[in-house]
């Protein structure tokens, strides 16, 4: 026994409301389709927009004379408008409602929907968000019209079997793909932080969408090197590349062992070269040359590097034959390049080449609500690479989590020194407990760790505290506070004092017959026991604060 065909319908605005007389002469989608005889429907409910439930007399008594022997059955949107930002919820609750309460019998009855053309995307939206969570199991169905040879219009149904599965299916790819891309540059790590949200909504699109070199900075431990692990992942999986991610730690070059790494040598180039070397460029052709430190590159170097990403082609140390190699960048450093530039130590041409996308990765201070996922994801991944489950209590918990996020916590290298500070709880858990003993031993031996830290860099001419900030916190009201942290910025980040009191006293050297800027920034530093040699030496001494690695727990702590 055939099936009957049950079909729900949208109308059309523009061509199913009309109450003159000449409406018959008029092509009607909604009475069209229940005119086509190869094509009976039994059942027809057809959707009105709340703005049109006046208009619905016309349109019934047309339909049932239109088919008499079809079930004509209106449905009002209990909705206050037709569709807008303040109505959305209201739509899309009337259609659940509608659709999770019918009767539906498969082993009886076919159904269809159908979309009214014009003006009425707004409820085939609806319609469609309910077929997208599988709640109708139904076709679609399409009306179409064409003229015979007498000019009468004929107007017939075109069926789309499995189409709206198709849709979904294509529709849940789109969005798992991106899903995935948004998990691969943010990690399986959750953040709160704005600022990094948008950070890698940006990196996930100059990584699907640009091939051009990109440089990642920030303070160590920030995640550099993982996230230029992740844009090649991305990148790899989207087809970018093909070759491999190769990874060079600037760093660690010294004389010409850097020219053999990165550029490979021939047998016989120099005393010990016994056999001819493959370098690093050569090696990521097709792929992803990671260059983390970048900023440690001697000036001859950083030369022929610049020519190298310029021309894809390099020699080999000791060779006269160039080697081609077609690899796209990614550099990575935590110094200031610019300042690196004025000091003459880096070239400005290099800078212009490898920071076509440049973005700075936040510090861990600067992120004080991911540090609690953070916690969660070392947990975590510390339980299954040693096969030992640990959490905290509760009251541990919280103690731990007041004193990372507080100003106290200093964090030097940023999430390697939170990734051993819980590797140290998660190795004393008692039974897999991390307890209030732990975590205050855990506190106490960071205080210890950051104070000596602190004390070993001062010289007997600096008797600074931890950081700048720390030194000039001490006993200043919050307004000297500010200017006096604005300033030695600005001193940090010039050369000369000459440059620095240019900055400082842009406007008020405009009214001075003679302007002696050093002068007046001499006295304001002496006014707080310091001088520009002091500020620049503290600079560099911070510099090699937050550089320096974090020791390991004593067991004896």
């Known amino acids: 026994m055939a099936k009957k065909n049950v079909v729900f319908s949208t109308i059309s605005i523009d061509h199913d409301i009309a109450t003159a007389d000449f409406r018959w002469k008029l092509w009607r989608p909604l009475v069209e389709i229940v005119k086509v005889k190869k094509f009976f429907i039994h059942r027809l409910y057809y959707f009105i927009p709340p703005s049109l439930k006046n208009n619905l007399s016309t349109l019934q008594l047309d339909l049932e004379q239109a088919a008499p022997h079809t079930e004509i059955i209106p449905i009002v949107i209990e909705a206050k408008n037709n569709f807008s930002p303040q109505s959305f919820a209201k739509n899309y609750l009337f259609f659940d409602s509608f659709f999770s309460s019918f009767p539906f019998r498969h082993e009886e009855e076919e159904y269809f929907l159908h979309f009214g053309p014009g003006n009425m995307f707004a409820h085939s939206f609806m319609l469609m968000m309910l077929v997208n969570i599988k709640r109708i199991q139904c076709r679609i169905i399409q009306l179409r019209s064409s003229k015979d040879k007498f000019g009468r219009v004929h107007s017939s149904i075109q069926i789309y079997d499995n189409a709206i599965n198709h849709w979904i299916s294509k529709i849940g790819d789109i969005e798992q793909n991106k899903k995935s891309s948004r998990e691969i540059i943010s990690g399986s790590i959750g953040t709160k932080n704005p600022v990094f949200n948008r950070l890698v909504k940006d990196i996930e699109h100059v990584a699907i969408h640009s091939t051009a070199p990109i440089l990642l900075s920030g303070a160590t431990g920030t995640g550099k090197t993982e996230m230029a692990r992740r844009i090649y992942e991305l990148r790899l999986r989207n087809g970018s590349v093909s070759g491999p ?267 001075k017959n003679s302007a002696d ?22 600079g560099r001494r911070q510099e090699q604060f937050w550089d320096t690695p974090v020791p390991a727990m004593p067991a004896e702590a």
């Not at 082609?313 to 160039?322: A, L, N």
């Not at 505290?465 to 030194?471: A, G, N």
């Open 245 to 511: 991610l190769v990874e060079v730690n600037c760093a660690s070059f010294r004389g010409d062992s850097a020219l053999s790494a990165l550029f490979g040598h021939v047998r016989g180039a120099f005393t010990g070269a016994s056999q001819e070397r493959k370098g690093m460029l050569a090696m990521a052709h097709t792929g992803i040359l990671f260059l983390d430190e970048v900023g440690e590159l001697s000036l001859d170097i950083q030369a022929l590097l610049l020519k190298a990403i310029e021309e894809r082609r390099f020699f080999p140390f000791g060779s006269d034959s160039p080697v081609f190699s077609d690899f796209q960048l990614i550099t990575a450093t935590n110094r200031d390049l610019y300042a690196a530039v004025r000091r003459g130590e880096f070239r400005m041409d290099l800078i212009s080449r490898i920071n076509l996308w440049q973005f700075h990765l936040p510090s861990l201070r600067e992120r004080p609500e991911d540090i609690e996922p953070n916690l969660d994801y070392e947990l975590k991944r510390l339980s299954e690479r040693r096969g030992i489950f640990a959490d905290f209590l509760p009251e541990a918990r919280a103690a731990y989590l007041n004193f990372a996020c507080s100003p106290e916590a200093l964090w030097p290298s940023n999430f390697r020194t939170l990734s051993g500070s819980i590797e140290r709880m998660h190795t004393y858990s008692f039974q897999g407990i991390i307890g209030r003993e732990t975590v205050d031993k855990e506190i106490a031996y960071l205080r210890s760790l950051w104070l000596r830290r602190t004390e070993n860099l001062e010289g007997e001419e600096f008797p600074l505290c931890r950081r700048l900030e720390d030194f000039i916190a001490r006993k200043l009201d919050l307004f000297d506070k500010v200017q006096l942290e604005k300033v030695l910025e600005v001193c940090l980040s010039c050369e000369r004092r000459s440059e620095a009191g240019r900055i400082l006293f842009a406007h008020s050297r405009l009214r």
């Open 517 to 538: 800027d050093t002068a007046r920034l001499n006295k304001y530093l002496h006014s707080y026991g310091l001088n520009w040699d002091m500020v620049k030496q503290l």
